[in-house]
């Protein structure tokens, strides 16, 4: 899951210090990937900040200071697709092409910021919220019967072939090119 942080416009430094603080934190301490973005309510569809939004593939924790449902409001108003919070997927789905990716199968949970005093208080939301979906996610997923006709004794990769001697050719062509390969120009 993705972590996408929508900076506030407000000129404050209170809220410029916990979002930096929180994406350090996030980085350095837990190692996740945070995205960037301008303030959610700026985004227009042809923005760059839409183009990185759109091009998140899978689920998103969507991190702003606006609540949930405004929040998603907003993401819908910038053209991002996706199921908020805990919407269940639409009954019936356009059908995509193979290999095409299908946003509305993205999940996209909200965090309203403006609920937590402390980046530390933050951390441990998203924490906790990600340990949350990979186990749903984990939980719906079965695991792959192992066939008892693998073996797991041989090698997982290819032996490289034997490199062939240097052996002259009967091919005029390649006789050509070898001598043109040994000339001095």
């Known amino acids: 899951m993705v972590i996408v942080l929508s900076q506030t416009e407000i000129p404050s430094t209170n809220h410029r210090d916990l979002e930096e603080e929180l994406v350090a934190i996030l980085l350095m301490k837990d190692g996740l990937e945070v995205s960037i973005i301008g303030d959610i309510r700026t985004i227009t569809p042809e923005s760059t900040d839409a183009l990185c939004l ?11 200071w606006y609540p949930p449902k405004e929040a998603g409001e907003l993401l819908n108003d910038a053209g991002i697709v996706g199921r908020f919070d805990d919407s269940p997927p639409p009954a019936v789905l356009p059908i995509a092409a193979p290999g095409h990716y299908d946003p509305l199968q993205r999940r996209i949970e909200c965090l309203d910021l403006s609920q937590f005093g402390r980046p530390i208080d933050a951390r441990r939301v998203i ?6 979906i990979k186990k749903a996610t984990n939980s719906t997923k079965s695991p792959a019967p192992q066939s008892p006709a693998k073996s797991f004794d041989t090698p997982s990769f290819k032996p490289m072939p034997k490199r062939q001697l240097d052996t002259p050719t009967n091919d005029p062509l390649d006789s050509l090119l070898d001598a043109f390969e040994d000339m001095d120009l």
Do not use: N, P, T
Request: glycine share 12%; no cysteine.
């Open 54 to 64: 759109e091009g998140i593939r899978g689920d998103m924790l969507f991190v702003s």
């Open 127 to 132: 924490l906790k919220s990600l340990a949350e």
